[in-house]
């Protein structure tokens, strides 16, 4: 009878224990694993980051005849130096020169022949003011005719200066100031045809633009005093100064990009177009931004999102990343200062899962 008694002792013992242990751990999966959060903070984002540039000249144009003829006389080479107004090349048109000596013969005709009728006209004018000498039909007959005389020398008149016009296309001059940096024909040959080589190009580069494609996380960012620093291969050792003057307004559909220019003196010549750059860029946000480690970022093939614990609970909240800061990431999305999010998410952690926090370093 004893031994029977100790033996449902013992059982009603082990049944306690057993009961005890799976409340335990009922307990401790009821409240959820222990995970390791951060509290988000706001604050002014700072960075510095390089890009690719390349110089190009402030002006260029490529230089092409607009009469078909011959080169009589080129007047500068490769590297000339050349102000503006100053002649290039001659271009030899015989059949020009020809057609402006006929058009200006026949200007000096028809003004001689004006000043004839408006003489004839005069004079019949006096002598009309006697009664009876002059009949109305001769006075307005040789009105008419002074008339026509006179619309025949405007018309001669303005083909001249047409065809003196067409004169001075013979004779090539540079637009601007600057340098020639390509020569294409020699004297002798045969300019004007279509698609041709143009004769010379020139350069102005005593004032130099660099182009920047800016990405598009960096377009809405304020660049510091709006100057920028950078080097070229040709001189790696020395840091140059630009300032920010035009932005083209719209992004490449292709980059992704913003073209930003700048400009730079160049007055020693000694940067030259066509180079590129290594451009360094200090760059802020006008207002306060979020910013976390990059672990707090999980990313699936839909989306982006970080984990926030509210009431004890996972909440996934979807977010855009902005500039990248070395060791964090600038986000964008529906969160408020001092909002909890898990340091290290990932997927497995479920929207509505019950976590135990624990503050991060």
């Given amino acids: 009878m004893k031994f029977i008694l100790t033996i449902q002792f013992l059982a009603f013992l082990f049944i306690s224990c057993s009961n005890e242990q799976q409340q335990e751990i009922s ?9 390791k959060v951060l509290q988000l903070k706001s604050g002014k984002i700072e960075k510095q980051t390089t890009l690719p540039g390349e110089l190009i ?76 000498v002059i009949a109305a039909n001769e006075l307005q007959r040789a009105k008419n005719q002074m008339l026509a005389d006179s619309a025949d020398f405007a018309a001669s008149s303005f083909s001249s200066k047409s065809n003196k016009q067409i004169g001075n296309y013979l004779v090539i001059v540079a637009p601007f100031n600057g340098i020639i940096t390509e020569r294409n024909v020699h004297d002798g040959a045969y300019v004007g045809g ?17 182009r920047v494609a800016v990405p598009e996380a960096l377009t809405s960012a ?11 291969k040709a001189n790696p050792t020395q840091l140059f100064d630009g300032i920010l003057v035009r932005k083209s307004g719209s992004l ?64 996934w909240i ?17 969160l408020t200062e001092g909002d909890t999010l898990v340091i290290k998410a990932n997927e497995e952690l479920k929207p509505g ?8 370093n």
């Fill in 27 to 35: 307990k401790n999966t009821s409240t959820g694993d222990t995970v």
């Fill in 252 to 315: 490449d559909a292709d980059t992704r990009t913003e073209t930003w220019e700048f400009e730079i003196k160049n007055d020693k010549n000694i940067l030259k177009p066509g180079s590129f750059a290594d451009v360094k860029l200090n760059v802020s946000r006008n207002t306060p931004s979020f910013t976390v480690p990059f672990s707090v970022v999980a990313t699936t093939l839909e989306k982006k999102f970080v984990i926030k614990i509210h009431n004890n609970a996972a909440e």
């Fill in 194 to 210: 279509v698609n041709e080589k143009p004769i010379v190009k020139i350069e102005d580069n005593s004032k130099l633009r660099l």
């Fill in 222 to 232: 304020q660049l510091k005093d709006n100057k920028i620093q950078f080097s070229t």
């Fill in 353 to 360: 899962t019950k976590v135990i926090v624990k503050m991060g």
């Fill in 318 to 334: 979807d977010i855009t990343q902005g500039l990248n800061l070395g060791d964090k990431t600038e986000i964008f999305g529906k």
């Fill in 57 to 132: 000249p402030y002006e260029q144009v490529e230089i092409h005849p607009k009469i078909a003829g011959y080169v009589k006389d080129i007047k500068v080479d490769i590297g000339s130096v050349v102000k503006k107004g100053q002649v290039i090349a001659v271009i030899d048109a015989p059949e020009i020169q020809s057609r402006l000596e006929e058009s200006d013969g026949k200007m000096q005709s028809a003004k001689a022949k004006y000043e004839s009728s408006r003489d004839t006209y005069d004079r019949i004018v006096e002598a009309s003011k006697a009664d009876g």
